[in-house]
């Protein structure tokens, strides 16, 4: 059974940093090209970084830019989402996406709620 599982939520201050993970089983996950999303309560879904399947370029949203780090470890089959000076307006559920690079079939995970608060 192909899955997405994201986990590493939960309250932090601001400025403070959160490693975000989605961890794939049930399909090959290196032929994938992944996504962060982030969804807060009122606003529309928001595409915050991707990292391509093979090659492992990147790309990131103005909004965080130069803040948010997105990696892949192609042998535990999981993406990450490192997230430092965080802000208020970060606060959102985050979810990943994985793309077949080909197919673009995809899967969502149930995503992590995120709470940036002092």
């Known amino acids: 059974q192909e899955q997405l599982v994201e986990s590493g939520g939960g309250l932090v201050q601001p400025g403070g940093s959160l490693r975000l993970s989605c961890a794939a089983s049930?399909?090959?996950?290196?032929?994938?090209?992944v996504s962060w999303y982030r969804q807060a309560p009122g606003k529309e879904r928001e595409a915050v970084a991707t990292?391509?399947?093979?090659?492992?370029?990147?790309n990131y949203a103005d909004s965080v830019k130069g803040r948010f780090t997105i990696s892949r470890d192609y042998a535990k089959n999981t993406v990450y989402l490192q997230r430092n000076s965080l802000k208020p307006g970060d606060t959102a559920v985050y979810l990943c996406?994985?793309?077949?690079?080909?197919?673009?079939?995809?899967?969502w995970g149930q995503g992590t709620q995120v709470t940036v608060s002092s």
């Open positions: 990292i391509t399947s093979t090659s492992g370029m990147t």
């Open positions: 996406e994985a793309v077949h690079r080909w197919s673009r079939l995809g899967y």
């Open positions: 049930g399909f090959t996950f290196s032929m994938y090209d």
